[in-house]
C-alpha cells in the first residue's frame, strides 16, 4: 500500500525537493483512478475536473487504453527506432492523418518540453534562423533552454537562456489594457463586441509588429510558438482574429508558425480536433503532449515534409515513441473517435460554460468565466473590480471546493484563475454536481468575507 499520510510529510520534507509544490495546504494522496473519478488515501471520491493539468484526456485508467498497455507489456517494451514496430509504425500514420495539409511527418518523443525543444531545432534549422518570439505568461516547458520560451515568472529561474528569445505582448481581452472579446459563447463584460474580428486584435498585432521592427534582427526570425489558448497562464484565449493576423506577419517576416497543441490538442476545444483549427492557421510545427497518451509519457512533434528535410543530422531518442507509448497513443485516438469526444467536449463545454456565467451573474467574485469546450477558466476578482482576487483567499476557496470533493486547478499570475480542464468523459451530471459545489463555496465565501 506504500507509506501512511504522515510518513508522506517526512519523505516530502527529506526526499523531495522543495520546488515540487503540493497545491494543498492538505495535500492529497492519490491512490487509484477511474475515468472522471480519484480516489484518495481514505477512499474518498473526487470529481477530478483537471485530469493530472489536462493530461488524463480519455479517462483514468480507460478500459480499452489499459487493456491495450497490458497487451504490450507482456509482448515487448522496448525498441529504439533504430529497428521498426508495427505499432510504431501504425500509431504514427494514424496520427498524421488527423492533421491537415502537409503535416505529415511524425517525431516521437516523451514530454511536451522535449517535442518544443525539438520544435525549436527544426524551426533553427529549416530557417537558417536563431530569433524566437513566444507569447508573454505562455508555459512551453522546463528546460535551460525552453525557460526562455516559457514566459511565466513562477517557472523561470534567473539564469541565461539562449540568445535571441522574445516575448510579445500577452493579448488578454480581460486584463490586457485594450480589452477584447473572443470566437465562443464566453464573452468579457464591459468590452468590445466585434461582429468579425476585434478591433483589439489590431493592436495587438501592432505590438508584436513593433517587437519584430526593433528587436529581431532583419531577416533572422526561425519562429512564432503559441499555445491556441494558454493554459497554465489560465486559460486565456486570444481576442478574435489574433493569431490569423499574427500568423501572417510572421509568415511575412519568414518565420515558422509552432503551434503548442500540448493542452488543447485532441479535440478538447469542442469545434475542432486542433485548436489552431479555431484560429483558421495552418503551423508549419504542432508539438503534442498530455492528453495524446492519457497520462502515459508520450509527446510529439509533427510537421512538413520540407521543414524534416532540413533536418539533416540523425536523430536518436532512446524512449521515444517506445511500443508502450505507440500501443497507448493508438488506442486513445480510438476512444476519442469510438466514444464521440470531441462533440462531448463541445456540448458539455457549453453547458460548463453556460452555468458558470449563470453562477458569475450572483458571485461578484467571478471576475470572468472563459474558455472552449473544456478548456475552461475562472478568474477570480476582488468582488466588484479587475482585481485578481489575493492569493490567500483563492487557495482557500480552492481548498474548499477539493474539501467539497471536486478537484480544480489553479493558474494565472496571481494563481486566481480556477482552471477546469477534465477528463474528456465528463457529463452534464457531473457539470451540475460541480456548479452546485461551487455555488456553495462561493456563497460561503461572500457571506464569511
Ligand atoms: N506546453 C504547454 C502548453 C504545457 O502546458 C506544458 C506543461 N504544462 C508543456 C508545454 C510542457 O510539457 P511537459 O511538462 O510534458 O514537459
Given at each position: 500500500?506504500?507509506?501512511?499520510?504522515?510518513?508522506?510529510?517526512?519523505?516530502?520534507?527529506?526526499?523531495?525537493?522543495?520546488?515540487?509544490?503540493?497545491?494543498?495546504?492538505?495535500?492529497?494522496?492519490?491512490?487509484?483512478?477511474?475515468?472522471?473519478?480519484?480516489?484518495?488515501?481514505?477512499?474518498?471520491?473526487?470529481?477530478?475536473?483537471?485530469?493530472?493539468?489536462?493530461?488524463?484526456?480519455?479517462?483514468?485508467?480507460?478500459?480499452?487504453?489499459?487493456?491495450?498497455?497490458?497487451?504490450?507489456?507482456?509482448?515487448?517494451?522496448?525498441?529504439?527506432?533504430?529497428?521498426?514496430?508495427?505499432?510504431?509504425?501504425?500509431?504514427?500514420?494514424?496520427?498524421?492523418?488527423?492533421?491537415?495539409?502537409?503535416?505529415?511527418?511524425?517525431?516521437?518523443?516523451?514530454?511536451?518540453?522535449?517535442?518544443?525543444?525539438?520544435?525549436?531545432?527544426?524551426?533553427?534549422?529549416?530557417?537558417?534562423?536563431?530569433?524566437?518570439?513566444?507569447?508573454?505568461?505562455?508555459?512551453?516547458?522546463?528546460?535551460?533552454?525552453?525557460?526562455?520560451?516559457?514566459a511565466t515568472q513562477s517557472y523561470r529561474m534567473p539564469l541565461p537562456v539562449p540568445s535571441g528569445m522574445h516575448h510579445a505582448m500577452l493579448p488578454d481581452p480581460f486584463s490586457g489594457i485594450w480589452g477584447g472579446c473572443r470566437d465562443s459563447i464566453s464573452q468579457v463584460p464591459n468590452s468590445c463586441n466585434c461582429p468579425g474580428d476585434c478591433i483589439t486584435s489590431d493592436k495587438y498585432v501592432h505590438q508584436l509588429s513593433e517587437l519584430l521592427d526593433n528587436s529581431v534582427p532583419a531577416g533572422r526570425l526561425a519562429a512564432f510558438f503559441a499555445e491556441s489558448i494558454q493554459g497554465v497562464n489560465g486559460a486565456v484565449q486570444f481576442p478574435k482574429g489574433y493569431i490569423k493576423k499574427a500568423y501572417e506577419l510572421i509568415k511575412k517576416h519568414g518565420?515558422?508558425?509552432?503551434?503548442?497543441?500540448?493542452?488543447?490538442?485532441?479535440?478538447?476545444?469542442?469545434?475542432?480536433?486542433?485548436?489552431?483549427?479555431?484560429?483558421?492557421?495552418?503551423?508549419?510545427?504542432?508539438?503534442?503532449?498530455?492528453?495524446?497518451?492519457?497520462?502515459?509519457?508520450?509527446?510529439?512533434?509533427?510537421?512538413?515534409?520540407?521543414?524534416?528535410?532540413?533536418?539533416?543530422?540523425?536523430?536518436?531518442?532512446?524512449?521515444?515513441?517506445?511500443?508502450?507509448?505507440?500501443?497507448?497513443?493508438?488506442?486513445?485516438?480510438?476512444?476519442?473517435?469510438?466514444?464521440?469526444?470531441?462533440?462531448?467536449?463541445?456540448?458539455?463545454?457549453?453547458?460548463?460554460?453556460?452555468?458558470?456565467?449563470?453562477?458569475?451573474?450572483?458571485?461578484?467574485?467571478?471576475?470572468?468565466?472563459?474558455?472552449?469546450?473544456?478548456?475552461?477558466?475562472?478568474?477570480?476578482?476582488?468582488?466588484?473590480?479587475?482585481?485578481?482576487?489575493?492569493?490567500?483567499?483563492?487557495?482557500?476557496?480552492?481548498?474548499?471546493?477539493?474539501?467539497?470533493?471536486?478537484?480544480?486547478?489553479?493558474?494565472?499570475?496571481?494563481?486566481?484563475?480556477?482552471?477546469?480542464?477534465?477528463?474528456?468523459?465528463?457529463?452534464?451530471?457531473?457539470?451540475?454536481?460541480?456548479?452546485?459545489?461551487?455555488?456553495?463555496?462561493?456563497?460561503?465565501?461572500?457571506?464569511?468575507?
Amino acid at each position: 500500500m506504500g507509506p501512511s499520510y504522515q510518513k508522506t510529510d517526512k519523505i516530502k520534507a527529506e526526499n523531495i525537493p522543495p520546488a515540487v509544490f503540493n497545491i494543498y495546504k492538505k495535500p492529497l494522496v492519490i491512490h487509484q483512478g477511474h475515468m472522471q473519478w480519484l480516489f484518495d488515501h481514505d477512499g474518498r471520491r473526487y470529481l477530478d475536473l483537471f485530469g493530472g493539468i489536462v493530461t488524463v484526456s480519455v479517462g483514468h485508467c480507460h478500459p480499452k487504453v489499459s487493456a491495450a498497455l497490458h497487451e504490450q507489456i507482456d509482448t515487448l517494451w522496448h525498441t529504439t527506432n533504430i529497428y521498426r514496430h508495427p505499432k510504431i509504425y501504425d500509431y504514427v500514420e494514424k496520427l498524421a492523418a488527423k492533421f491537415p495539409g502537409d503535416l505529415k511527418v511524425v517525431y516521437l518523443v516523451n514530454s511536451g518540453t522535449e517535442a518544443n525543444d525539438l520544435a525549436m531545432i527544426l524551426a533553427k534549422a529549416y530557417t537558417g534562423n536563431n530569433d524566437i518570439i513566444s507569447l508573454q505568461r505562455g508555459y512551453h516547458g522546463y528546460s535551460s533552454t525552453i525557460m526562455g520560451l516559457t514566459a511565466t515568472q513562477s517557472y523561470r529561474m534567473p539564469l541565461p537562456v539562449p540568445s535571441g528569445m522574445h516575448h510579445a505582448m500577452l493579448p488578454d481581452p480581460f486584463s490586457g489594457i485594450w480589452g477584447g472579446c473572443r470566437d465562443s459563447i464566453s464573452q468579457v463584460p464591459n468590452s468590445c463586441n466585434c461582429p468579425g474580428d476585434c478591433i483589439t486584435s489590431d493592436k495587438y498585432v501592432h505590438q508584436l509588429s513593433e517587437l519584430l521592427d526593433n528587436s529581431v534582427p532583419a531577416g533572422r526570425l526561425a519562429a512564432f510558438f503559441a499555445e491556441s489558448i494558454q493554459g497554465v497562464n489560465g486559460a486565456v484565449q486570444f481576442p478574435k482574429g489574433y493569431i490569423k493576423k499574427a500568423y501572417e506577419l510572421i509568415k511575412k517576416h519568414g518565420g515558422l508558425y509552432v503551434a503548442d497543441e500540448i493542452q488543447t490538442g485532441f479535440g478538447r476545444t469542442g469545434d475542432s480536433f486542433w485548436g489552431f483549427q479555431d484560429h483558421g492557421v495552418q503551423p508549419d510545427i504542432v508539438t503534442l503532449a498530455k492528453g495524446i497518451g492519457n497520462g502515459f509519457p508520450l509527446a510529439a512533434v509533427v510537421t512538413t515534409k520540407e521543414i524534416a528535410a532540413a533536418h539533416n543530422k540523425s536523430y536518436f531518442n532512446t524512449f521515444g515513441g517506445n511500443p508502450m507509448a505507440a500501443a497507448v497513443g493508438k488506442a486513445v485516438l480510438e476512444v476519442i473517435e469510438e466514444e464521440e469526444l470531441q462533440q462531448n467536449c463541445k456540448e458539455t463545454g457549453k453547458y460548463f460554460l453556460e452555468q458558470l456565467m449563470e453562477l458569475q451573474k450572483i458571485h461578484p467574485v467571478i471576475g470572468d468565466v472563459r474558455g472552449k469546450g473544456l478548456m475552461i477558466g475562472l478568474e477570480l476578482v476582488e468582488p466588484g473590480t479587475k482585481q485578481a482576487l489575493n492569493m490567500a483567499d483563492s487557495t482557500v476557496i480552492q481548498e474548499m471546493i477539493k474539501d467539497l470533493g471536486v478537484l480544480t486547478g489553479y493558474g494565472g499570475r496571481w494563481c486566481n484563475v480556477l482552471r477546469i480542464k477534465p477528463p474528456m468523459c465528463i457529463n452534464k451530471n457531473d457539470v451540475d454536481c460541480a456548479i452546485s459545489v461551487l455555488d456553495q463555496v462561493f456563497d460561503f465565501y461572500k457571506k464569511n468575507k
